[in-house]
């Protein structure tokens, strides 16, 4: 996936990589919380979605020129 931006979008997508890096940390927590304190069945598909989620991490690197920015998604 590539996308770009031209300067008349602002400020806001200049950091929607970082702000959806921090969402992806920030839901991976989560769900280490919830693994920590479930049991049974339930922890088991919580460790799952775990897995998961570490396996498809995705990070976000960034293009950029004088006039425009583009954003990849790297695993």
């Known amino acids: 996936m590539l996308s770009y931006k031209n300067e008349s ?42 897995t998961e989620l570490e396996k498809e991490t995705i990070r976000f690197k960034v293009w950029k020129s004088s006039k425009y920015e583009a954003y990849t998604m790297v695993n």
């Not at 920030?26 to 979605?49: F, N, P, T």
Request: net charge negative; charged share 35%; glycine share 8%.
């Open 9 to 50: 979008f602002g400020d806001d997508a200049e950091t929607w990589p970082d702000d959806a890096n921090a969402n992806l940390e920030l839901l991976i927590h989560d769900v280490d919380q919830l693994k920590s304190k479930s049991i049974g069945y339930e922890k088991i598909m919580w460790e799952r979605v775990g």
